[in-house]
């Protein structure tokens, strides 16, 4: 029996200590997952070792997948996938346990070509932005190897006034590079709190870097802000692009669909033989599809989710046995 969205919300929210197969399980249920090979082709995405980003309580981090009466699905919301153009030499790909909005923060760091790129993506909504800091950030710098020569920080559902610390970063890198266009989109988004902001930060005594191009498309509360930039190392100049976005999450799977496709076509538009990487980040809104109740044996996309008739306790052996049966599940399907 496939394991239900009640059973999945309430192992999540609780503290038992449940198995990996219910991680294994929301990464195979994944939206984008059955959709990302079609959707951008050339591009990839690392192995996803870490727990679903959303949606999570804001002052602890732990899973609230509910907003008032209704409930929500867990998810892989926020995800960076890339294109390379050079060999990948190093890399390391993971969530971040930052707090205060609904979704962690996700971060790539990847060497090509000698120069090592980093990026943080976060859905940031009114955390604090000082969590993003050399204090806070060493842990994967030390996993890398390195701190990366370039920094770029993607921020979703921002305001006006949400800005990096950059005083923080002082001694690591000495400059800082504001990437958002002056776009009447973007700023109507901005006031409405569903702004999308890019900033780079490097040391300008090994990299040289300016502002190719800008585009935004989309609407004021979901947008794609597709930037070329230039990089020069060691009198070797390269084109780097990114794609910053923050997709809608809707029940019309066309709809989703179009909007990941028109991202693909922007940062193509800006493609040429000098690239050396391309980048897309943001909070893609995919969700883990999951069955809703016994009776019906199609998972669907679903935004609000009726639990008022499901608010029954469950018990230490309620988990064990839920537990068992995603794991017993996911082995099964292992053996197909």
Not at 214 to 230: E, L, M, R, Y
Not at 244 to 272: D, G, R, V, W
Request: proline residues 4%; contains cysteine; hydrophobic residues 35%.
């Amino acid at each position: 029996m496939k394991p239900l969205y009640i059973e999945i919300k309430t192992l999540l929210e609780s503290d038992y200590p449940f198995s990996n197969d219910v991680i294994e399980y929301c990464k195979y249920t994944d939206l984008l997952n059955s959709l990302k090979n079609i959707i951008f082709p050339k591009f990839f995405e690392y192995d996803i070792n870490f727990n679903p980003t959303y949606k999570r309580n804001k002052n602890d981090g732990k899973y609230k997948l509910s907003k008032k009466k209704y409930g929500r699905l867990p998810g892989y919301a926020d995800r960076i996938l890339i294109n390379p153009k050079y060999n990948i030499t190093n890399y390391i790909y993971n969530s971040i346990p930052f707090y205060g909005n609904d979704h962690l923060p996700v971060f790539l760091f990847t060497e090509i070509l000698n120069i090592s790129i980093g990026v943080i993506s976060w859905n940031v909504g009114n955390a604090n932005m000082s969590l993003i800091s050399p204090e806070n950030m060493k842990i994967y710098f030390k996993r890398f190897g390195k701190i990366p020569e370039l920094l770029i920080l993607g921020f979703q559902e921002c305001q006006i006034k949400t800005k990096p610390d950059f005083a923080i970063w002082n001694g690591i890198y000495d400059s800082f590079m504001n990437l958002n266009s002056k776009n009447i989109i973007n700023y109507i988004g901005k006031i409405l709190g569903f702004g999308i902001k890019t900033y780079i930060m490097y040391n300008s005594s090994n990299l040289k870097i300016k502002k190719n191009k800008f585009k935004v498309i989309g609407s004021f509360t979901k947008s794609i802000h597709s930037i070329s930039i230039n990089i020069q190392k060691k009198n070797i100049e390269y084109n780097l692009l990114l794609c910053n976005l923050h997709a809608p999450f809707t029940e019309n799977i066309k709809k989703y669909k179009y909007f990941l496709n028109s991202a693909y076509h922007q940062i193509n538009k800006f493609s040429t033989n000098k690239d050396l990487i391309q980048i897309i980040f943001g909070d893609l809104n995919s969700r883990s599809l999951l069955n809703i109740n016994n009776t019906d044996n199609m998972a669907y996309i679903i935004k609000n989710i009726d639990i008022l008739q499901k608010t029954q306790k469950y018990s230490e052996e309620d988990m064990y046995n839920t537990s068992r049966n995603i794991q017993n599940y996911m082995t099964n399907l292992l053996k197909v």
